[in-house]
């Protein structure tokens, strides 16, 4: 059964299985085991990531093709449900309209994408995404009658989602918790849901002869070609198919938050984020999804504020001591580099350490044991 | 046995004079012409593109040359154009030239254009440094797999990014202008930029000193003949990889050079203009074709007066426009306008 599900592409570490299963069931019951808006925040927000980076891996762990649109497609579903929940009213008709609208906008982009570039030349996908995706952004950003421009879009989703409405008279109880039964609750329960069943999709189809065909062509392009697939036809499934993984991503992203702007969907930033994700937790591993998203989500919530609290100290320091000339200069930019605002310079040495020195990522290495 | 060749005996290959390649610029310039209608704001907007355009050449040239010569493509080339600039910052800012007294506030014009050429000079040799450890660092240890130097050099350029944010700040700080490359010339109705006219210069030097280092020189012949077949080369005894260090590294250069005329043509740099500015240059290296200097000269001219056009007729689809123009030639030729590398 579980072989099923897993569609015969089991962890193959015990590791490897404890630490997911114990993933999972925490990211379950998270409500319950942490309650606090924070806590449940950082949960969903793992949630979506898995799902996003997952639709990531397939093509760039299992397809080994670079792009640098991928949040432009979960930026298109998050904006396609905003904009649809904020013109049309909460309802779940206006969910759906937003879905199908945001599924054809991915569809029809990424087909354009794939079949320009990779039909000229693979290596030009990589730039030719990153020109779409900027031009995209700046166009989100342009069209502010209906993207909100820099601000952003809030919206209200259907009543029974809300935090106001109870579906049981007494909260939840159980051992040391008690949880007020709400539509907020159903709301995380429902985005576990559908990651899972998206997650087993995609593991589904990495693992179909579809899948293998695709990590033939990132194994050795020529050799599938000469085999007598049409490698251009597989990559651009493999980007549509991960497109819309993504916009998937991005509708539930914008339904949890109830809110979607440029900077929490469509950033570079963010692209840089999901980059690292796949790559720590291991390219052409499904399961890297999980284990990534969790290290890297939890790592940006609690470890920063960590850092903000280890540097404090230093800081004050350096200012006591005070002094100017070359040294107390050097002194202040070199504490500044480990303060929470050079966030990113660490990440990108992170993300540059692990590429050379742990190209299979956290499961990869797991697996080895 | 035969003797070895001497200078003088050498025959260095002509290149082919494309006629349709150069009847592009002029086509879209007079295609623009009709399009806006005022002759004065069409020669306003055409030497615009064309400064534009020398700029993003000068960036462009380096990238496809490295990309031509060793197949490495480098997603972390615009890191050159932002430290480019940010030094030229604190050359003619106020603890530099631009101090009380220093020559950029001279009233004397030349010492003004002096300031500016000693920043230019800085920042090259500066980016030059960069380009080496960074050749050292990103480039080096991941030869021939594509898809970790797409990763690798776009870590680099987030890590230099950073480091610029943290001694520069991330607000946007002023380039300011000196007194002498301000203002316009006006001819009738048109006015153009004198700086803009500087720029359209140092671009056409470039391009000629290029052009004479890789057409006249025994080392422009092995750069060429490194992007044409480099194991051939390589075979012959020619360290290409030195020379690819070289090529690396001059390219890093230009890109400051470029980085300083863009941040002066912009007046105010922020940290991230390396990553805008990247944006252009992959369109034009695409266009042009990868590993030609000649195909990416016209792209870049292309791009530049396409996006000043575009930017005065309809400003919301500037950079859409630069894409469907890419997307059009890609259709016309598939290989760029001007391929000179082997499809890998």
Known sequence: ?369 | MAQPDTESSWKLPQTRVDPLLWGLVPLLAGLALVAVGSPSTWLTLTVAGLAMGMMLFMIASGLTLVFGLMDVLNFGHGVFIATGAFIATTVLGPTGFGAPGGWLLAPQWHLQIAAVMVAILVAMAATGILGLVFERLFVRPVYGQHLKQILITMGGMIVIEELIKSIWGTQQIPLPLPEALRGAFIFGDAAIERFRLLAVLIGLIVLAVLMVILGRTKIGLLVRAGVEDREMVESLGYPVRRLFIGVFVAGSALAGLGGVLWGMYQQTITPQIGAQVNVLIFIVIIIGGLGSIMGSFVAALLVGLMGNYTGFLAPKLALFSNIALMVAILIWRPEGLRPVTKIR
Not at chain 1, 23 to 52: E, H, Q
Not at chain 1, 227 to 253: H, W
Not at chain 1, 255 to 264: I, K
Not at chain 1, 330 to 335: D, E, G, K, N
């Open chain 1, 1 to 369: 059964m579980i072989r099923y599900l897993l569609s015969n592409d089991l962890p193959r570490s015990r590791v490897l299985s404890i630490l997911l299963i114990a993933l999972v069931i925490t990211l379950a019951l998270a409500p319950l085991l942490f309650p606090g808006a924070k806590a449940l925040a950082v949960a969903a927000k793992i949630l979506v990531f898995v799902l996003l980076v997952a639709s990531y891996d397939l093509l760039l762990g299992y397809t080994g093709i670079v792009s640098f649109a991928h949040t432009m497609f979960f930026g298109i579903g998050a904006y396609s449900v905003a904009i649809a929940c904020s013109r049309l009213g909460p309802s779940w008709t206006s969910i759906g309209i937003g879905l199908v609208g945001s599924i054809a906008a991915s569809l029809a982009l990424a087909l354009l994408i794939g079949l320009f570039s990779l039909r000229v030349r693979a290596i030009f996908f990589a730039m030719l995404t990153l020109a779409v995706a900027s031009a995209f952004q700046t166009l989100a950003s342009q069209l502010s009658e209906w993207t909100g421009g820099e601000d952003g879009l809030s919206f209200r989703t259907p009543e029974v989602l809300s935090a106001a409405a109870q579906w049981r008279d007494t909260p939840l109880q159980g051992l040391g918790f008690t949880v007020s039964a709400d539509g907020r609750l159903l709301a995380y329960w429902g985005l576990f849901v559908i990651v899972c069943v998206a997650f087993l999709l995609l593991l589904r189809i990495v693992n179909s002869p579809f899948g293998r065909v695709l990590q033939a062509i990132r194994e050795n392009p020529f050799r599938a070609e000469a085999i007598g697939y049409q490698t251009v036809i597989y990559r651009t499934l493999s980007v549509v198919i991960s497109a819309l993984f993504a916009t998937l991503a991005g509708a539930l992203m914008a339904l949890w938050l109830r809110y979607n702007g440029p900077d929490t969907s469509l950033s570079f930033e963010l692209m840089l984020d999901v980059l690292l994700v796949v790559v720590i937790g291991g390219m052409g591993t499904m399961y890297g999804a999980w284990i990534g998203s969790a290290l890297f989500l939890l790592a940006q919530n609690y470890l920063q504020a960590l850092m903000q609290s280890l540097v404090k100290p230093l800081a004050d320091g350096v200012a006591m001591i005070g002094g100017t000339g070359p040294l107390a200069d050097v002194l202040r930019w070199a504490v500044g580099l480990m303060g929470p605002d050079r966030w990113l310079l660490w990440l990108g040495v992170l993300f540059v350490l692990s590429v050379y020195h742990f190209p299979e990522g956290v499961v990869g290495r797991l697996r080895r044991f």
